[in-house]
């Protein structure tokens, strides 16, 4: 399997690239800018894009939605995020990113994927009201991507319109940490962590 990380634009986000080999077709989670570094690494593994996920609507994480010619697989609760620049946080940072590109929503519990990748959608509300995280489906490999859900040792903001202290704290205890505690996380922004260490040691969320 490809696992690629790569941070992109002035908040340094995580955008991801999940393939199952070489000479397929590819996941990209969170194009949020750069589309030069992620064309980069599409090609050194000749790869071709087959599916966009958004984990949110924030700009950060949606800048370059429409640089591949996909439809953009977004939860139904941020698809009107990606079409007004004041929830989105463009307009905050002096632009006007509104989707011109088509919008797939996505529910709680769906799969998605493609050739030998396949996700399931954990809808998570807090940072924003369609957050989303999205679990890998492969038997040997216990991977979550979390968006601006959980970071390590943090969680996402909560001062942003449409967003909840207590939904994000419960979206983690009640659907994240369920998952086993050898589940490798991929957050948004910053380093991998696990579930594991996130009930031991994040301090927003430390076991009770």
């Known amino acids: 399997m490809i696992l690629e990380r790569i941070s992109v634009g002035a908040f340094q986000a995580n955008c991801y690239i999940i393939a199952s080999g070489k000479n397929t ?7 949020g800018d750069e589309e030069e570094k992620i064309q980069r ?13 958004n984990t949110h609507g924030h700009i950060d994480h949606i800048g370059s939605n429409g640089a591949f010619g996909l439809p953009v697989h977004i939860h139904r609760k941020d698809l009107e995020v990606l079409k007004d620049s004041r929830l989105n946080l463009s307009a905050m940072l002096g632009s006007d990113h509104k989707a011109n590109y088509k919008m797939l929503p996505l529910e709680d519990k769906q799969a998605i994927g493609v050739e030998g990748v396949q996700m399931q959608v954990i809808h998570t509300p807090g940072h924003t009201a369609g957050g989303i995280c999205l679990l890998l489906k492969k038997p040997k490999d216990k991977i979550l991507f979390s968006g601006d859900t959980l970071f390590y040792h943090g969680v996402g903001r909560t001062d942003f319109p449409g967003a909840s202290d207590s939904q994000i704290l419960r979206s983690i205890k009640e659907r994240l940490f369920t998952l086993p505690d050898d589940t490798q996380v991929y957050p948004g ?3 991998s962590t696990t579930i594991g260490d996130e009930k031991a040691n994040n301090p927003f969320l430390g076991e009770e």
């Open 25 to 31: 077709q590819a996941v990209i989670i969170d194009p």
């Open 41 to 53: 690494v599409l090609a050194r593994y000749t790869l071709n894009p087959g599916l966009i996920v």
């Open 189 to 191: 922004h910053g380093p």
